[in-house]
């Protein structure tokens, strides 16, 4: 499974380091945000949004089921490797796809995120209003 | 060419979707409030729709599938090697609108 994060694209993988470290950041932000100024069911539920989404984003990285031309190479030179490479492909989809269902999640967060950013104690709030 | 929808395609279409009805929800919490740290997530969840949108749609054209595909198969390997290109750029394209929507994120929870 490791060799999949090595196979691949640089570029895309440090684009996706980045979007792990940057939804961590969010996360840590937003608990600091809870405890400094309130509005406690605002930025609890962003927090848990960005670490699902963080999650998302690391399974999503380790489990990309990306075959590269290795692949074809080890096929065409191992006949007999194909079974267990394909075997290894199917199974880190399996994985990546519930990974990605996990986004379902982040959005019913974040719904409840945007419903309270709104209201306050159930009732519906104006910026500037008392 | 043709369009294949597989499982993950469909999934991250619906994903894109749901982004949808959210950047909808984020605006009406914005009509309601008029907090503008409102407005950059209802920009963060649209660039998410598109993002997945595009990850679904990208992932499900086969640009190479058609008349042309029995001859480029007698090629095997130049084949993947363009499809391998292809889903690579695809990639980039998709993880750099991402980083789009995390700024209106940091920008949103800036102004929250």
Known sequence: MVGSVAMLEPLVMY???????????????????????????????LALSFLVLMMVEIGSLYFEPVLD??????VDVYDWLKFGLDYMFYAQQEMW?????FHFIAIAFFGLAMIFASRSRGELVKEGSK | ??????????????????????AGLAYYSYKNSGSNFLLFFMGAFTILFFMNLYGGV?????????LIADYLNAFGFTY??????LTAKNLVAFEVIGLLAFLSFVIG???A
């Open chain 1, 97 to 101: 796809l519930i990974f990605q269902s």
């Open chain 1, 69 to 74: 031309l290795s692949y074809y190479y080890l």
């Open chain 2, 80 to 85: 993947s090697a363009i499809l391998t290109n």
């Open chain 2, 1 to 22: 060419m043709s369009f294949l929808f597989d499982v993950a395609s469909v999934l991250m279409v619906a994903i894109g979707c749901g982004y949808l009805l959210l």
């Open chain 1, 15 to 45: 684009l996706g380091l980045i979007a792990i470290v940057g939804y961590a950041l969010l996360c840590g932000c937003s608990i600091v945000f809870y405890y400094r100024k309130g509005r406690g069911a605002l930025f609890v539920f």
């Open chain 2, 58 to 66: 990208a992932g499900a054209y086969h640009p190479y599938d058609g």
């Open chain 2, 109 to 111: 929870l800036y102004k």
